[in-house]
């Protein structure tokens, strides 16, 4: 998802890996002002994603592997489908969510 408004903010997310499998999958959530074109580093970014009916796997933000303005998740999605993930932003303009959908394959899937 490449520069999609949500709120006041431009959001770009990537995912790795590029094609998820059972396990791990990292976010990476970049927001933008579009009215300063600044990056916005001190919005709350979270993620949910659902299987189905199943539970919701959550995460909140995680240590950053770079360096700012990446906000970065973790989720664990212990089974392969298609996942509806969903992220939710505080930011100190708005608020916002935005969703996206994840194929997962099993891990020892080729």
């Known amino acids: 998802m490449t520069g999609k ?26 927001l933008i002002d579009p ?11 979270s993620a949910a994603a ?10 909140g933000p995680v240590a950053s592997r770079y360096r700012k303005p990446w906000h970065e998740m973790n989720l664990l999605l212990d089974r392969s489908g298609a996942w509806d993930v969903a992220l939710t932003i505080e930011g100190p303009r708005a608020r916002g ?3 996206f959908r994840v194929d997962v ?5 080729r």
């Not at 709120?7 to 890996?17: C, E, I, N, Q």
């Not at 659902?50 to 995460?59: D, H, P, T």
């Not at 394959?105 to 899937?109: G, I, Q, V, Y």
Request: aromatic share 4%.
């Open 5 to 30: 408004r949500v709120g006041a903010y431009d959001v770009t997310v990537r995912t790795s890996p590029k094609q998820p499998r059972t396990g791990h999958l990292h976010i990476e959530a970049q």
């Open 105 to 109: 394959l099993r891990e020892d899937a």
């Open 50 to 59: 659902r299987l189905g009916e199943a539970a919701a796997s959550q995460a």
């Open 35 to 45: 009215r300063t074109l600044a990056y916005v580093d001190d919005a709350k970014v």
């Open 97 to 99: 969510s935005a969703s």
